[in-house]
């Protein structure tokens, strides 16, 4: 075989390749958005699901009591995903140690929701000053 026709072949199957590896490539796309936001729904109502099943809020309230603060009931959450879950808790009159309290009752309310398989939360508190 002469020299110029093994660089002709070389080269086919070069081009060849890049072609098959560009289509491949081309395949494995990240999620669309639309994977995302349906992931994201299913992840949020998996999680609300929970909280519900396990009277998540009503044992949180009660461990909250038992501990000495004065949780006004109400609790709100924003769930983006399993992995980014928040939770807003409100109570009345906390700790002069503000700082300690919270990261108290951060600790308080991961335990309880890991120990039901929820993960974590990002815990804020409010004070009620009424």
């Not at 998540?56 to 959450?77: A, C, R, W």
């Amino acid at each position: 075989m002469k020299s110029s026709n093994k660089v002709v072949i070389l080269l086919s199957f070069l081009l060849l390749t890049v072609v098959i590896l560009i289509i491949v490539l081309a395949n494995l796309s990240p999620e669309s958005d639309q994977d995302l936001y349906i992931r994201s729904v299913n992840d949020v109502e998996v999680v609300t699901n929970k909280l519900t099943e396990t009277d998540f809020q009503q044992k949180l309230i009660t461990k909250l009591k038992d501990e000495g603060y004065k949780p006004t009931g109400s609790i709100g959450y924003t769930i983006f995903s399993m992995e980014k879950k928040q939770m807003t808790i409100v109570l009345h009159g906390i700790d002069s140690n503000r700082s300690k309290a919270e990261n108290y009752i951060q600790e308080l309310t991961n335990q309880l929701s890991s120990s039901i398989g929820l993960g974590t939360f990002e815990v804020t508190i409010l004070e009620d000053n009424d």
